[in-house]
């Protein structure tokens, strides 16, 4: 694992969200993409070298969906850039980890994501990243 990829943010509302956020960073979303798979409407910011990432349910079944319901809005995820996501998810596992998608899926902004259980990790959903070349 190398650097942090992008924090992800679970919000009702994606368009009133993405004022609140260009308001704090003085600067708008560089991108907005839909992810089906996963039943989310994302959003993205820079802020400096650090990424945050909005995230709206598409439908009731969604990660995000379940999340605001016992939750509520705030931080959903952390994720970490990783060179190769296969070998790490296999380390990672070799440690203990639950990983959710062996096989890695594709995410938002141009990445192959995978996720460990936020049950093996103090409570924090760890998703990683791997950019596709
Ligand atoms: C846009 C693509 C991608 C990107 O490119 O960046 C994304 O970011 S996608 C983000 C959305 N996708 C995911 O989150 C996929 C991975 N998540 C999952 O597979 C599930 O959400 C889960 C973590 C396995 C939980 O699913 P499930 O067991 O069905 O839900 P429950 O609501 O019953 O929760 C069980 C348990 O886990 C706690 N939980 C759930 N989500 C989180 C979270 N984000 N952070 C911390 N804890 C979480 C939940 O509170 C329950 O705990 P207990 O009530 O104590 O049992
Ligand atoms: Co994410």
Known sequence: MRKIEHIGIAVKDLQASNLIFEKLFGAPAYKEEE???????????????????????????????????????????????????????????????????EIPKKGADNKLVAFLHPKTTNGVLIELCQEIK
């Open 35 to 101: 992810v089906a798979s996963e039943g989310v409407k994302t959003s993205f910011f820079m802020n400096g070298p650090n990424k945050i990432e909005l995230l709206e349910a598409t439908n009731p079944d969604s990660p995000i969906a379940k999340f605001l319901e016992k939750k509520g809005e705030g931080i959903h995820h952390i994720a970490f850039d990783v060179e190769d996501i296969v070998s790490e998810s296999e380390r990672l596992k070799n440690e203990g980890f639950t990983v959710l998608n």
